[in-house]
């Protein structure tokens, strides 16, 4: 398949499966916007997790407080995870 660009990409993989309405998708608070505007565009929410200081890539801990949190609230189910290398 091809694509125009790095969001279309994205965008691609969360619709081929099957990401949308009522989905989280957590993201990398450190990160480009186009993460967060794939998963808009497929009409999911994205979660935005902290990042290791020390790393740049998603804490671990904070991830999983923000599934805990996502599940507790029961209003959207937790569906992916996009990670983002920076560096």
Do not use: H, Q, W
């Not at 790095?6 to 993201?27: H, N, S």
């Not at 407080?65 to 209003?75: E, I």
Request: glycine share 10%.
């Amino acid at each position: 398949v091809l694509c125009g660009n790095g969001t279309e990409a994205l965008e691609f993989a969360l619709m081929g499966d099957g990401v949308g309405a009522g989905d989280a998708v957590f993201i990398p608070a450190f990160t480009y916007n186009a993460t967060a505007s794939a998963v808009i565009m497929v009409g999911a929410t994205p979660v935005f997790v902290d990042v290791d200081e020390r790393t740049f890539n998603i804490d671990p801990a904070d991830l999983a407080a923000k599934v805990a949190a996502v599940r507790r609230d029961g209003t959207l189910v937790p569906r992916a995870i996009i990670p983002v290398d920076l560096f």
